[in-house]
C-alpha cells in the first residue's frame, strides 16, 4: 500500500531559499541598494512566517501580532539594561515575555474564531501599543527605547561582533534558519495537523478528542514567541525600540504580507511576501511618496481576485504549464 | 449493566421542551436503533449523549459512571464516537489523513511539535484497514470534499470509526442516500455490528428494522416505545403516530 | 473628587459617547445586512472630517475667483453646508466599497475584513496624498462655539452642538430602520436573506442603500467631530476601533446595544479622563474584557454572524 506523502526533513525549497538569503550581502549594493534593507527583510520574513501559524496554518485572523513583536523588542532593550548585556539572556527574555503576552491574550480569546477572533486581537494589540505609548518610564513613550546595543554573539570560545550590518545579517540569518527549520517541523508535526484539522472544523475536532481550546491557545504562543523573537532581532538592528510596531498599522502591514505572498498556499508565501514588501517600499518609494497607495491597492486586488498571492499565481501558472507540457494520451471520457 | 445509559434526560430550549424524561439503555455488542419523525429530538438526544449540549436534569452513564455534562472531546476519549447527519469533515485533508488524525495514536502523539506525524508504519496501516473496511481504499490520496457525496458518508462513519471506538453513535447515515448507497450502508454496518456497540438514528423504518437489536421510538421529546424491531412492528402506538409513512 | 468637579467629564462622555454612538450605528448597519466588517468604516468617517474641511477652509479644486466668492460667505454658512454636503461628497467612497464587497458575499468572512482593511490603508494614503500628513482644524462658527458659564463652571457651546446633532441623527436612523418599510426589508434581510428573496425584495439594491447610508453616518459623526478631534490621516482608526469594540460590547444586530454601547464607553472614557487623564482610552479596553469575559455576546446580542 501507498505511504502517504511525508515531509522531508530538508526541502529544497528550503536550501534555495537559505542560499538566496546568504548571497544577498555579497550583490545588494551593486543593484543600488543597501545592507540595512536585508536585514529588514530577513527579520519580517520570520515574523511573517511565525504570524502564518495562526493566519494560514490554524485560520485564526489575528490583527494585533504587532503586540507580540512590540513587547520582543522592548524586553531585549529593557533586559540589556537592567538584567545582563548577554546577547543569549537578553533574547531569552525577548522570547519569555512575549509568550507570557502571547499566553495573556489566548487565556482571553482561544474560544473564539473569524471576526470575532479578529476584532479582539485588534482590542488587544491597541491595549499593548497604548500601554508602550503611555509608560514613559519603562518604554521611553513615543521617543522610544534608545540606545540599544547590538551585543556580541559568543559561541563557545568565539565571540562575533554584530555591529556592522553585514554582520547583524548574517546572525539574522542563522536565526531566520532555525526558525523556519522549526516551523517547518512543527507544521508537519502531530501538533502541527491537528491545528490544521481544527481550522477545517473545529467541531469534528472536538468530537474524535482533541481539546480544541488548548491547541489554539498554543498556537497562538508558540506564534507570538516567535515575533518576540524577530522583534528582539528588530530592535537590535534599529538599536532602539518604538511603539509604531505595535500600531494597528503594522499589524496589519503583516497581514498584508502573508497574504500577498501567499501564505494561505505555501509555506514559504510569508517570506516573498515580506521581501515584495519592502522591495516595493524601496523602489515605489523612490518614485513616490505614496507607495503605500499602490501597495494598498495591489493587496485590494490580490484579495479580490486571488487571495492566494504571489506563490498562488505562481501555482496555476505551473499546473497550466504542466498540463499544456502533458501529450493528452487517450481522450479522457470518464469523468470522476 | 448497560454499556451505555441514559437517564431522565430534560433539555429545554428558552420556553420549548426539547427533551422529556428521556431515558435509554444501550446493551455491549448490540446495536441499539433510535427512530422518530423529523425534528422529535433525536439528533438533539445525540447532542445530549456526546456532551455537545448539558441536559437540564438527568444522567448519562458511560459503564456506570456519571458522565453527564461532560465536554465532547472528553467523552471522544472515552471511546464513544460520533457521525453527524451533516457532513463533518476535514475537507483540505486527504482522505487517509482525514482518518489518521482520528486515530488515538496521532491523538497520543498530539503534543509532538517535531516529529513527523504520519512516518508510523503501524498507524498508517490502521488508517489502511480503516478506509478498507469503510470501502475507501481507492481514495486515500484524494481530497475528503472532491469525494462524490456517498463517498463522503462513508469517510464520515470513517472518521467516528478511526477513534476505535466502544461504542459508534450514527447520526442518520443514510441520509441523502439512494437505494443502492443504503444497500451498501447495511452491508458496512452488518460488518460492523458485534465489534462494536453501534447506537444508529434513522427515520427510514426499514433501515433500521433489518439492523437493529433493539429500538427505541422518539417522538415529542419523549421515548414513546421501545422494544425488539419485531415486538415494535405490533406496537399500536408506533401505527398510531404513522411513523411507517414516514418515509 | 466631587461631583460638581466631575460634571464637565461627564458632560464630555456624553458627547463623545453620543457621536460613538452614531459611528457604531452606522457600522452595525452594515454589519448586519451585509455579514460584513467595514473596517473601512473610518476611513469614510475620516474623508468626511477632510470634505468638511475643505469646504469650510474654501480649499477646493476651483477657479480663484469662485474660491474667493465662497469664501467671502460667512463661515456659518459654509459650516452648514459642510454638515449636509460632506455626507453626500463621501456617499460615492462607499458606493465603490460595496461594489468591491459583493465579490465576497458568501464567502469566508475574512476575505471581507480583508478587504475592507486593505480599502483603509489606500484612503488612508490617498489622504496622506491630497492633504498632506499635518493636522488640521475644522473652523467652527462663532454663533456655536465659544463657552459660557453654567453653575461656576465653563462649557463649551460646541460640545453641546455636537452632542444635539449626534442625537438628532440617531433619531432619524432610529425612525429609519424601525418605522419605515426599508427599515422593516433592512431588518427582515439581515435575519434572512433567503425570505427578503421570496418576498420580492431586491437585495443588491437593498445592500446598496443600506451601505450608502452607514457611509453616510460615518462621514457626517466626521464632521461633527472634527472640531473636537482634530482632524489627521489616522483619525480613521481612532474612530473605527471604539465603534467595533461598543458593537462586540453592546451586541450585535441591536439598536440600543449601539447606543447604550457607545454611551458607556464614551462616559468610562470620559470619566476616567478625570482621575487618569493620560490613560482614559485604555477604559474602554478594561470594560470590553470585562463586558465579553462574562456575556460573550455582549450586553444585548444575539447569535450572529460574528460567531461563524
Not at chain 1, 531569552?92 to 509568550?99: K, N
Not at chain 1, 518609494?285 to 503605500?292: E, I
Amino acid at each position: 500500500m501507498a505511504p502517504p506523502r511525508t515531509a522531508p526533513t530538508i526541502t529544497w525549497a528550503m536550501i534555495v531559499v537559505w542560499l538566496v538569503f546568504a548571497s544577498v550581502p555579497l550583490w545588494i549594493e551593486k543593484v543600488g541598494l543597501y545592507q540595512y534593507l536585508g536585514v529588514e527583510i530577513l527579520i519580517f520574513a520570520m515574523y511573517a512566517l511565525a504570524y502564518n501559524l495562526v493566519l494560514g496554518h490554524a485560520g485564526l485572523p489575528s490583527f494585533g501580532h504587532g503586540a507580540f513583536v512590540g513587547v520582543g523588542a522592548y524586553a531585549v532593550g529593557l533586559a540589556q539594561f537592567n538584567v545582563a548585556a548577554n546577547l543569549w539572556i537578553c533574547l531569552a527574555v525577548a522570547v519569555g515575555a512575549a509568550a507570557v503576552a502571547g499566553a495573556l491574550v489566548a487565556l482571553f480569546i482561544s474560544h473564539r474564531r473569524g471576526i470575532y477572533y479578529a476584532l479582539m486581537t485588534i482590542a488587544f494589540g491597541q491595549i499593548f501599543w497604548f500601554v508602550a505609548i503611555k509608560a514613559h518610564s519603562l518604554t521611553g513613550g513615543e521617543d522610544g527605547l534608545l540606545k540599544i546595543a547590538r551585543l556580541p554573539a559568543t559561541f563557545g570560545m568565539t565571540t562575533f561582533d554584530l555591529t556592522s550590518n553585514v554582520a547583524l545579517y548574517y546572525f539574522v540569518l542563522v536565526v531566520f534558519a532555525a526558525v523556519s527549520f522549526l516551523l517547518w517541523r512543527i507544521v508537519h508535526s502531530p501538533f502541527g495537523r491537528v491545528v490544521k484539522a481544527i481550522k477545517q472544523n473545529e467541531t469534528r475536532a472536538r468530537f474524535v478528542g482533541y481539546d480544541v481550546w488548548r491547541f489554539k491557545a498554543a498556537i497562538l504562543v508558540l506564534s507570538a514567541c516567535l515575533s518576540g523573537l524577530a522583534g528582539a532581532l528588530f530592535s537590535m538592528a534599529q538599536t532602539s525600540a518604538f511603539p509604531d510596531v505595535m500600531s494597528l498599522h503594522y499589524s496589519g502591514y503583516v497581514v498584508m504580507m502573508t497574504l500577498v505572498g501567499g501564505g494561505l498556499v505555501s509555506f514559504w508565501g510569508p517570506v516573498i511576501g515580506a521581501a515584495a514588501f519592502f522591495l516595493a517600499r524601496d523602489i515605489i518609494g523612490a518614485v513616490t511618496t505614496g507607495w503605500m497607495l499602490w501597495f494598498g491597492m495591489s493587496f485590494v486586488v490580490l484579495v479580490l481576485f486571488k487571495p492566494e498571492g504571489i506563490a498562488g499565481i505562481y501555482q496555476s501558472l505551473a499546473q497550466r504549464r504542466a498540463k499544456t507540457a502533458a501529450p493528452v494520451v487517450a481522450p479522457t471520457s470518464q469523468v470522476r | 449493566m448497560a454499556l451505555f445509559e441514559a437517564k431522565d434526560l430534560h433539555l429545554r430550549f428558552g420556553d420549548r421542551v426539547v427533551l422529556e424524561n428521556v431515558s435509554l439503555a444501550f446493551e455491549a455488542g448490540q446495536l441499539s436503533g433510535i427512530m422518530g419523525p423529523n425534528g422529535a429530538g433525536k439528533t438533539t438526544c445525540f447532542n445530549v449523549l456526546t456532551g455537545r449540549y448539558k441536559p437540564d436534569r438527568g444522567q448519562v452513564l458511560w459503564q456506570g459512571e456519571d458522565i453527564t455534562g461532560r465536554s465532547p472531546q472528553a467523552i471522544a476519549r472515552l471511546g464513544i464516537a460520533r457521525s453527524f447527519q451533516l457532513m463533518n469533515l476535514f475537507d483540505e485533508f486527504s482522505v487517509f489523513e482525514n482518518i489518521a488524525i482520528a486515530l488515538p495514536q496521532t491523538r497520543a502523539r498530539s503534543r509532538n511539535m517535531v516529529r513527523e506525524a504520519y512516518a508510523d508504519a503501524a498507524l498508517v496501516d490502521e488508517a489502511h484497514a480503516i478506509l478498507k473496511r469503510v470501502g475507501l481504499a481507492e481514495r486515500a490520496g484524494d481530497e475528503a470534499k472532491s469525494l462524490p457525496y456517498g463517498a463522503r458518508r462513508a469517510l464520515e462513519i470513517g472518521v467516528a470509526l478511526a477513534c476505535r471506538p466502544k461504542l459508534l453513535f450514527l447520526d442518520e447515515p443514510t441520509a441523502g442516500l439512494g437505494s443502492d448507497g443504503r444497500a451498501r450502508l447495511a452491508e458496512l454496518i452488518l460488518k460492523l455490528k458485534g465489534s462494536v456497540t453501534i447506537v444508529i438514528i434513522e427515520h427510514d423504518m426499514e433501515f433500521l428494522f433489518s439492523l437493529a437489536d433493539r429500538i427505541s421510538v422518539i417522538h415529542w421529546g419523549q421515548v414513546i416505545a421501545k422494544g425488539t424491531p419485531a415486538a415494535l412492528k405490533a406496537n399500536p402506538w408506533v401505527e398510531a403516530s404513522n411513523l411507517g409513512r414516514l418515509n | 473628587m466631587s461631583f460638581m468637579n466631575l460634571l464637565p467629564h461627564l458632560l464630555n462622555g456624553l458627547t463623545l459617547g453620543l457621536l460613538f454612538s452614531l459611528i457604531a450605528l452606522g457600522f452595525m448597519l452594515i454589519l448586519g445586512l451585509m455579514e460584513q466588517i467595514n473596517l473601512a468604516h473610518g476611513s469614510l468617517f475620516a474623508l468626511g472630517a477632510y470634505f468638511a474641511y475643505a469646504l469650510c477652509a474654501a480649499r477646493l479644486p476651483l477657479p480663484p475667483d469662485w474660491l474667493a466668492v465662497w469664501a467671502g460667505v460667512p463661515l456659518i454658512w459654509r459650516f452648514a453646508a459642510a454638515v449636509v454636503l460632506a455626507p453626500v461628497l463621501v456617499a460615492p467612497f462607499g458606493l465603490i466599497l460595496e461594489r468591491l464587497m459583493r465579490r465576497t458575499y458568501g464567502r469566508d468572512p475574512l476575505y471581507g475584513l480583508l478587504l475592507t482593511f486593505g480599502v483603509a490603508m489606500v484612503i488612508e494614503e490617498l489622504i496622506r496624498v491630497v492633504w498632506g500628513t499635518p493636522d488640521y482644524m475644522l473652523p467652527v462658527p462663532r454663533e456655536i462655539s465659544g463657552g459660557f458659564i453654567m453653575l461656576d463652571l465653563i462649557w463649551s457651546a460646541y460640545r453641546f452642538w455636537a452632542a444635539g446633532m449626534a442625537v438628532a441623527a440617531m433619531a432619524v436612523v432610529w425612525v429609519i430602520v424601525e418605522r419605515t418599510r426599508f427599515g422593516a426589508m433592512v431588518k427582515a434581510g439581515a435575519h434572512d436573506s433567503e425570505i427578503v428573496q421570496a418576498l420580492g425584495i431586491d437585495l443588491t439594491k437593498l445592500r446598496v442603500w443600506v451601505f450608502v447610508l452607514g457611509t453616510m453616518m460615518a462621514a457626517f459623526a466626521g464632521v461633527i467631530m472634527a472640531p473636537l478631534w482634530g482632524i489627521r490621516p489616522h483619525m480613521g482608526v481612532d474612530a473605527v476601533v471604539p465603534a467595533f469594540l461598543i458593537i462586540v460590547l453592546g451586541g450585535v444586530g441591536s439598536f440600543w446595544g449601539a447606543a447604550i454601547g457607545g454611551l458607556l464607553v464614551g462616559m468610562v472614557v470620559g470619566l476616567s479622563a478625570a482621575y487618569a487623564s493620560e490613560w482614559s482610552m485604555l477604559s474602554m479596553y478594561l470594560l470590553l474584557l470585562l463586558v465579553v469575559t462574562f456575556r460573550a455576546r455582549g450586553l444585548f446580542g444575539k447569535k450572529s454572524v460574528l460567531e461563524v
